[in-house]
């Protein structure tokens, strides 16, 4: 969820306009996709046939081009539907980059989930549709704390106590119409012909299917949401929202409003360096409780699911906000185990322990052998934080404070093991990941750019330690 979607944002979007309804008509929704298809494949079949002459440097310029130019024109097709067919394109263009071709992934990047408004009068009847005579009981504010594709949020007040809330209501017609958006998002792919239908192609369509549904299922977001207030309800560093269950339905979210700040805020990089180090070590903690105590991960790196309620630097501390569980993912014991086995290696730096750390996996076991030591200095380096000087001596010198911290934007961290891994033979097994470690991978490189944007210094060390 994106922070303007986010149900305990800080700010009010203003909202100039508003829809007084959704299109969810299959029929409308597939002629609008089909006829924006079909102008694109027939616009990519001519450039490829006036191009048949043409010196190879000069095809690929403008294959380039026209591609860019036609998988635009259909995301702002896609725009204009809305709903789960928005939604369906930004986790496209989140973990499609490995077999869409970039041209799209960069175009489905820009579709805003900070859409249009529903208009009060329709939110308040899909209000009072799930919640009946209870909606007597709150007082909503009428313009959105933000709006996103598959639903809005609104504070509420109730007004027997004053309790503060926010109320997700989901958009009529969304989760229904899911499975035809999908349909229609695979037909407008190959329509275009701008996408190889490949089989990781279609595993991951299949993913992106299971994600959709889960988005929509307020039931196990609120399951999910209570399992994380549970584990850390007494920790002060973290703020988990309170799930009020008599405001929830199929169809609504109800927890407690949470007042916070973006870490990504001015106020929050004008913190002393003490302070941004507290709150880059609890939001790294998290991840590494998720991967070796919890063995289920928060799989969306979004900024926006993370505010900050700042203390006063003295008796009351700063407290990391966790929101949205929507997109928590469990992972089986065995994959579990590898990965464990692989951040030990790392934390260790132990190139030997790294690649037999290597097997039980489908991944690893059909990796030729040769290719393993490679892919082994690529995970060695991708750890560099979870070690010390003392025992990595490839570190660079400048990456390690005086007290063993980690110093996450000095350290150009991902940058170094993006070049490693493309420079090495190990470059296409990095182009097709299996999804679950995609997921994984996702949630640390979240992790570690949140600790490059605070410009925090952590000892992640410490935290793996427990563990072992």
Known sequence: MSDASNPNTRDKHKQHHTLDKLKTSAFERRMSLAKASLRAGSRWASVNAGTMFSSDADKERKRKKVMSEQAQYLVQE???????????????????????????????????????????SAIEQQLKLELGSKLDELNVDQ????????????????KSDGLEIVLKVQYPGVAAAIDSDLGLFRNMLKLTRMVPQTREFEEWFSEVSE????????????????????????????????????????????????RGVPINSAVMLSLPQSRRDKLGAASIEIAVREMFEWGEMQTDPNFGNYLVRLGNGKDIPDKTILLDFGAIRGFDSNLLKVARSLIIAGYNHNKAQMIAAMQGYIFFDQMPTEVKPGMADVFLMATEPFTSPQVNPDAPADVFDAEGKYIWKQSLLHSR????????????????????????????????????????????????SKFL
Not at 99 to 119: C, G, I, K, Q, Y
Not at 446 to 455: E, Q, R
């Open 417 to 464: 093991v993006m070049k490693l891994a493309g420079n090495s033979m190990t470059s296409r097994y990095f182009s097709i990941p299996p999804k679950e470690f995609m997921f994984i991978s996702r949630k640390f490189i979240g992790a570690y750019t949140f600790m490059t944007v605070i410009d925090a210094r952590t000892d992640v060390r410490s935290m793996v």
């Open 78 to 120: 896609m725009g204009k539907l809305k709903g789960s067919i928005v939604k369906i394109g930004q986790m496209m263009a989140l973990y499609g980059e490995h077999f869409l071709p970039p041209e799209v992934t960069e175009a489905l990047h820009t579709l805003n989930n900070d859409t249009m408004a529903l208009s009060w």
């Open 211 to 258: 994600m959709m549904h889960r988005e929509v299922n307020y039931q196990m977001e609120a399951a999910t949401t209570e399992r994380f207030y549970e584990r850390l309800k007494d920790d002060p560093r973290y703020i988990v929202p309170q799930i009020i269950h008599e405001y929830c339905t199929d169809g609504v979210l109800c927890m407690t409003f949470e």
């Open 143 to 158: 313009e959105p704390l933000g709006t996103a594709s598959l639903a809005q949020v609104h504070r509420a007040v109730r």
